[in-house]
């Protein structure tokens, strides 16, 4: 158990319709990823935050966005979803400096 | 960011070393080297990581080149557990984002 919980596990949803995927870090950690991995992918990475601050950002689209709560909990929106969105997404969690992440299992999206 | 560059994929008998080769040629002298695995259908998980020289840990360890071209990735004695995306990442040290970066990765095939 990496102490990342991300929810849901699974999430099937329509075309055109809007997400939230949801991520705990590891206690004590301010810094978030989000990844999108989709089928036999690489993990492309879409966005960092840092204690509520948006800290740097990769590949990822104007239907997506995201944030850090006060808690240091973070939600990732997607948007007018299309096919091609389906993917697992992680989260991910660091403290401090350079060290380790820790990633969640994953919510698996299927786009239909 | 630095790239890294991995073979596509690898094989190793059980019970024997395992050498994980990464070119990272652009590496600059804050950049730390990073190695995350990936099992099937679950998040990556943390290995290893350093900056100029070699390091252990329970897991695996990281034999960094002299001139920091380069590193390897060593699992003792592979078993069919290690079978895994292998990722060789660089970190820079100092932006202030320590985003994480992944390639392709190494497939390791483990051979009973």
């Known amino acids: 158990d990496s102490g990342v919980t991300q929810t849901p596990k699974h999430l099937i949803t329509a075309t055109g319709q809007r997400v939230t995927l949801r991520c705990s870090p590891r206690s004590g950690d301010l810094s978030v990823y989000w990844y999108q991995q989709s089928l036999d992918q690489g993990l492309q990475f879409l966005i960092q935050?840092?204690?509520?601050?948006?800290?740097a950002k990769g590949n990822i689209l104007e239907r997506f966005s995201a944030q850090q709560f006060p808690d240091l909990h973070s939600e990732l929106n997607l948007s007018s979803l299309e096919l091609g969105d389906s993917a697992l997404y992680f989260c991910a969690s660091s403290g401090g400096g350079n060290t380790e992440a820790f990633f969640g299992q994953g919510t698996r999206l299927t786009v239909v | 960011d630095a790239k890294t560059t991995q073979p596509n994929s690898m094989e190793s008998n059980e019970e024997e070393p395992v050498h994980l080769p990464c070119n990272h040629s652009t590496i600059s002298g804050t950049d730390y080297i990073h190695w995350y695995r990936q099992l099937p259908s679950q998040g990556p998980e943390y290995v290893i990581h350093g900056l100029t020289s070699n390091v252990n840990n329970r897991m695996a360890s990281l034999a960094i080149a002299e001139d920091r071209k380069s590193s390897t990735l060593i699992l003792h004695r592979a078993t069919l557990r290690d079978a895994a995306v292998y990722y060789c990442i660089l970190r820079d040290g100092t932006s202030g984002t320590y985003k994480y970066i992944f390639g392709t990765g190494t497939r390791l095939k483990v051979l009973a």
């Open positions: 935050y840092y204690n509520g601050e948006e800290r």
